[in-house]
């Protein structure tokens, strides 16, 4: 079985992009537009790798980190921050301490 990939982003573009670009690789993706839906699907089914958009609205991007790697249930996914701006050496080293594997 494929891996399972979970994109979670708000601009609809972005995330078809990569939904499309991980689909030909052989990757089975879903995407989220919102936080509510992507943690009502991993509570169901749990993605491998999480590639998710650290400019969501009504969470922080570290706290939903946080949530997910103190979680025992999700503690073990690939988590990628992702960001369409410019971030601060600051604000990328603590995505990596709040618990992103990656960022980009």
């Known amino acids: 079985m494929a891996d399972r990939i979970a994109v979670v982003e708000p601009d609809p573009g972005v995330a078809k992009g ?25 509570a169901q089914r749990r993605p491998e790798v999480v590639l998710m ?19 025992p249930g999700t503690r073990a996914m690939v988590l990628v921050g992702m960001s369409g701006r410019v971030r601060s050496n600051e604000e ?13």
Do not use: C, H
């Not at 958009?53 to 979680?71: T, Y």
């Open 18 to 42: 990569l939904q499309a670009l991980l689909k030909r690789q052989g990757y089975v993706v879903s995407r989220y537009e919102t936080l509510g839906r992507f943690f009502d699907a991993v």
């Open 53 to 71: 958009s650290m400019e969501l609205p009504g969470m922080e991007g570290r706290e939903i980190l946080r949530a997910l790697r103190s979680n």
């Open 92 to 104: 990328v080293a603590a995505a990596f301490t709040a618990g992103a594997d990656e960022y980009f």
